[in-house]
């Protein structure tokens, strides 16, 4: 669930524990869910997925916020095994940091069913924050659009769709679109691709009250 200002790339995505987990994406426990929980950490995780190894000071210029802030929360990361050191590009006293994994897991279910109410409060957080960040990019892509080449202006879409389905049919209908959205992993081409682009996929599926 899987950028804020930028990616849960990559991001933080509720998932059933039936479904395989690649080695670069790291599963939430209450521990670690607690660890990432804050809007400012998880803002941080996403950008360094997004943009690639940072420094605090470069960190703090991309999202606004103070270095020592950055700092603070990328310490905290750490602590947790979101983020490490790159040491191939610190020089002396300046210090990089890159995203330990590609993306997040969690089963929202469980955890919003904990006993804690700590942990509860934290998947709330985690999952407001993701919904708010969907926002954010979709708000920034709807400002800036008119800027990208016409074939991408074509590409995007906005979309909602309702059918009437049980609890097991939804389920099947979502893990569905997961496999189709992964399968283009095999597809995925370089940075010296010309006219490529990160390209984001949010998906939202909820039930609704017929009232």
Do not use: C
């Amino acid at each position: 669930m899987h950028a804020y200002a930028a990616a849960m790339a990559e991001n933080e995505k509720p998932t059933p524990d039936d479904v395989p987990t690649p080695d670069d994406v790291r599963v939430l426990d209450a521990r670690s869910l607690r660890g990432l929980a804050h809007p400012l950490r998880m803002r941080l995780l996403a950008a360094l997925r997004a943009y690639g190894p940072a420094t605090a000071s470069q960190l703090a210029d991309r999202l606004g916020e103070s270095s020592g802030a950055t700092s603070y929360h990328l310490r905290q990361l750490a602590a947790h095994g979101f983020v490490k050191d790159d040491p191939e590009r610190g020089k002396g006293r300046e210090r990089w940091w890159k995203s330990a994994q590609r993306g997040t897991r969690v089963n929202s279910e469980d955890l919003l069913r904990d006993a804690d109410p700590s942990v509860r409060g934290a998947m709330n957080t985690l999952l407001y924050e993701h919904a708010t960040s969907h926002g954010q990019e979709m708000s920034t892509w709807l400002g800036t659009w008119h800027d990208w080449p016409e074939e991408w202006r074509r590409a995007w879409d906005i979309s909602d769709f309702a059918i009437r389905l049980t609890p097991e049919l939804a389920a099947e209908l979502r893990d569905k679109l997961h496999e189709v959205i992964e399968s283009y992993r095999e597809n995925e081409v370089g940075q010296d691709v010309e006219n490529s682009a990160r390209f984001r996929v949010h998906l939202h599926a909820f039930p609704r009250d017929d009232d």
